[in-house]
């Protein structure tokens, strides 16, 4: 089992950035491949970004990709994921999940057993 805190998120002007955080608590986080995920409202749930357990793989959504980094420091239990060159369509609450079989089916929500609560990131036009 682990616990999932995202933080980080707010309200930026387009063409800003941001910085989330998703700290891990419980199983040991280098035991899990780590996803990022959005959901808009009256949207479904959306891929962002995904990173494997050593954090030397990494894979994008085809509309973040060249803007958004992920990374993760195991050592202090937290993966990240840095956003530049916000825009407004990237208004979404942002989730994090933890992955602990290092699905193949890293873009779907379902692979992923643990998520956290989410936090909002609205970007104004």
């Known amino acids: 089992q682990v616990q999932l805190v995202e933080s980080g998120g707010g309200l930026v002007q387009a063409g800003g950035s941001l910085k989330l955080s998703c700290a891990a608590s419980g199983r040991t986080f280098s035991d899990f491949a780590m996803g990022w995920f959005r959901q808009a409202p009256g949207k479904e749930r959306e891929f962002v970004a995904a990173?494997?357990?050593?954090?030397?793989?990494?894979r994008y959504a085809e509309s973040v990709k060249g803007r958004f980094t992920i990374f993760r420091d195991n050592a202090k239990n937290t993966v990240y994921l840095q956003m530049n060159s916000l825009k407004p369509e990237d208004t979404a609450v942002y989730y994090c999940?933890?992955?602990?079989?290092?699905?193949?089916?890293?873009?779907?929500?379902?692979?992923?057993?643990?998520w956290g609560q989410g936090t909002q990131v609205s970007v104004s036009s």
């Open positions: 990173i494997n357990r050593s954090g030397g793989v990494t």
């Open positions: 999940a933890a992955d602990l079989y290092g699905s193949a089916r890293y873009r779907e929500g379902n692979a992923y057993e643990h």
